[in-house]
Antibody, heavy 118, light 111 residues
Framework: EVQLVESGGGLVKPGGSLRLSCAAS????????MNWVRQAPGKGLEWVSS????????YYADSVKGRFTISRDNAKNSLYLQMNSLRAEDTAVYYC???????????WGQGTLVTVSS | NFMLTQPHSVSESPGKTVTISCTRS????????VQWYQQRPGSAPTTVIY?????PSGVPDRFSGSIDSSSNSASLTISGLKTEDEADYYC??????????FGGGTKLTVL
C-alpha cells in the first residue's frame, strides 16, 4: 500500500522558515517524480514544486520561486520542502504527491498545515 | 499559461446523473491528459479519473471522464449519485510550460 506521510508543519512568523518532510513507502520511491501541492484555507489546489526521480529536473511555481527549495533523499525514501521568507499567503495545507508519469499526481499524502502569522 | 475553468457548484438528487465541466482557456484540451480528483471535507484529494477517461482500481464505474475538442473541455460524469459522492472535484492538466494546472474546483451537493 502506498503511503505518503508529511510532517514539519506548524505556526511560523512572517519572514520565518520551515522545512517540510514527506516519508514515502509502498512503492519504488526512486523511480517516481515527487511534488508539493498546497491548499489555502477554503481555496483550491495549487501546484508548488516538482522534482524528478534523480533530482535532475526541478520546477517551482512563480509564487514560491527563490524562496522555496525542493529536495529528495532516495536512500531515505523522503521528500523535503525548505520554505524561507514565509508570507501570510503561504498559509495552507501542504500535500506531497507522487507521480509516475510526471504529468499528474498518482497518490497524495494527508497533508501538513503551515500557518504564517504574527 | 492556460487556465482550467470549472463551475463553482452543482447539485443533483440521489440516483440521478451529474456532469462537471472543465474548460481549457488556451491550447487544445486533447493535447494533454486531463485528470479528476475527489476531495471530501477534511481529507486529501484522491484520483477518480486519470488520462481523460481511465478509472483507478477501486473507483466505481459510475464515474466516467471524457473530452470534447469542439468546446475545448473535459467532463466528469457521475451516474447513480450517492450521498457519499458529495465532495469537491478538481480537474487537472499540464503542458510543456506548466507542470500542473488545477481547475478551481466544483462543489457537488447531493440532495
Amino acid at each position: 500500500e502506498v503511503q505518503l506521510v508529511e510532517s514539519g508543519g506548524g505556526l511560523v512568523k512572517p519572514g520565518g522558515s520551515l522545512r517540510l518532510s514527506c516519508a514515502a513507502s509502498g512503492f519504488t520511491f526512486s523511480s517516481y517524480s515527487m511534488n508539493w501541492v498546497r491548499q489555502a484555507p477554503g481555496k483550491g489546489l495549487e501546484w508548488v514544486s516538482s522534482i524528478s526521480s534523480s533530482s535532475s529536473y526541478i520546477y517551482y511555481a512563480d509564487s514560491v520561486k527563490g524562496r522555496f527549495t525542493i529536495s529528495r533523499d532516495n536512500a531515505k525514501n523522503s521528500l523535503y520542502l525548505q520554505m524561507n521568507s514565509l508570507r501570510a499567503e503561504d498559509t495552507a495545507v501542504y500535500y506531497c504527491a507522487s507521480s509516475g508519469s510526471g504529468s499528474y499526481p498518482d497518490y497524495w499524502g494527508q497533508g501538513t498545515l503551515v500557518t504564517v502569522s504574527s | 499559461n492556460f487556465m482550467l475553468t470549472q463551475p463553482h457548484s452543482v447539485s443533483e438528487s440521489p440516483g440521478k446523473t451529474v456532469t462537471i465541466s472543465c474548460t481549457r482557456s488556451s491550447g487544445s484540451i486533447a493535447s494533454n491528459y486531463v485528470q479528476w480528483y475527489q476531495q471530501r471535507p477534511g481529507s486529501a484529494p484522491t484520483t477518480v479519473i486519470y488520462e481523460d477517461n481511465q478509472r483507478p482500481s477501486g473507483v466505481p464505474d459510475r464515474f466516467s471522464g471524457s473530452i470534447d475538442s469542439s468546446s475545448n473541455s473535459a467532463s466528469l460524469t457521475i451516474s447513480g449519485l450517492k450521498t457519499e459522492d458529495e465532495a469537491d472535484y478538481y480537474c487537472q492538466s499540464y503542458d510543456s510550460s506548466n507542470p500542473w494546472v488545477f481547475g478551481g474546483g466544483t462543489k457537488l451537493t447531493v440532495l
